[in-house]
């Protein structure tokens, strides 16, 4: 008797370790799914006064490269088709097969872009399509702020009180503060960038509005991503991201606030490039909204290479694990690339 209670003890045990173990890993793939824009996370804090990201970039060091001029804006491609300009590279047939069987078995619409910042080389997939900017647009908004600081025209160490018409329930830390808590333009730059703090964008949109924002799209050649005073968040297309990227590398190499921008960016909180290919250092803004996930971003691989992926919801698969797939197969694509490269 006492061996089979020994028994059904040991049992219970076993099932209690399985039922823990089953349910840690439901809330860490829930967590890993729902963790942009409309999400609320309480467990996170941070102190800006003790964070150490100056430097913290392993290729931040551009000195001596020259500005990136590849002309994004008049690239032609074909549409709703794979295409690549400005080189004779072809992607293997059993490669281009499984990436045209994921887009076409994906129950709505996705996009993918890669320019090469070495040679301009480009593979583009209905990159001028328009999709929900979410998070992503924090990226180019935060570079107009500070290239503007750059300039003189902003002081970083301004403050803006947090107040409650910026309230929003989505991802960030500014939310756990009482209202009438004041923070600088530096403090809502970070927030807005590592931490995807959606009060911190609304916080800079609300005080430095679009004006001047508008103008430095218009003069990148931007077609999206513009806002009005009403919308922080308007419209993004992988063409568009694409081109601000590029300027956030020019960034880089001529401003030593730029290397601190790009060094922000490389150590967010969300990087989905980083849950793919977390060996490869990469700089990333991703969006998570109602209808579209967002990746953009550079990677710093063997050919660095600017990166944009996005999917709308639809069918028996989710955008963001359809994105996932996009930021997979442009690193296949990117192996190749390199082994072409190296065989001419």
Not at 5 to 31: D, E, G, M, P, Q
Not at 86 to 115: C, H, P, Q, R
Not at 127 to 146: G, H, M, N, Q, R
């Amino acid at each position: 008797m006492r061996k089979q209670s020994a028994v059904i003890i040991f049992l219970l045990i076993v099932v209690c370790v399985i039922l823990v173990t089953y349910s840690a890993t439901i809330k860490f793939s829930s967590a890993k799914v729902n963790n942009e824009c409309d999400v609320v996370d309480n467990s996170y804090t941070s102190d800006f006064d003790s964070l150490n990201y100056m430097n913290s970039f392993d290729v931040s060091d551009f000195s001596g490269k020259e500005l990136n001029t590849i002309d994004i804006a008049s690239k032609q491609y074909a549409p709703n088709n794979i295409s690549i300009a400005d080189s004779d590279f072809k992607i293997s047939d059993s490669l281009l097969t499984e990436i045209y069987d994921s887009i076409n078995g994906y129950g709505a619409s996705s996009s993918f872009y890669i320019v090469s910042l070495n040679d301009g080389m480009s593979i583009a997939y209905n990159v001028d399509k328009a999709y929900e900017t979410a998070s992503s647009i924090k990226a180019p908004y935060a570079l107009f702020i500070s290239e503007q600081i750059d300039a003189g025209n902003i002081d970083p160490n301004q403050e803006i009180i947090y107040e409650e018409h910026h309230y929003n329930k989505g991802t960030g830390i500014i939310k756990k503060s009482d209202f009438g808590t004041p923070f600088t333009v530096k403090e809502l730059i970070y927030y807005s960038l590592n931490d995807s703090d959606n009060i911190a964008h609304a916080m800079l949109h609300k005080t430095f509005g679009v004006n001047g924002y508008n103008d430095m799209l218009r003069n990148l050649g931007t077609k999206q991503l513009y806002l009005t005073v009403s919308n922080p968040w308007g419209y993004m297309s992988p063409r568009s991201s694409a081109l601000i990227w590029q300027e956030v590398y020019n960034y880089s190499i001529r401003s030593e606030e730029g290397i601190n921008f790009l060094n922000i960016l490389s150590n967010g909180k969300y990087n989905y490039f980083k849950e793919v290919m977390p060996t490869i250092p990469s700089a990333s803004k991703t969006g998570f909204a109602n209808k579209d996930v967002v990746e953009t971003g550079i990677v710093f691989g063997n050919q660095p290479y600017i990166a944009i992926a996005v999917a709308n919801k639809g069918g028996n698969i989710g955008a963001y694990t359809q994105v996932l797939k996009l930021v997979n197969y442009m690193n296949d694509i990117m192996n190749e690339y390199d082994g072409y490269l190296k065989s001419r």
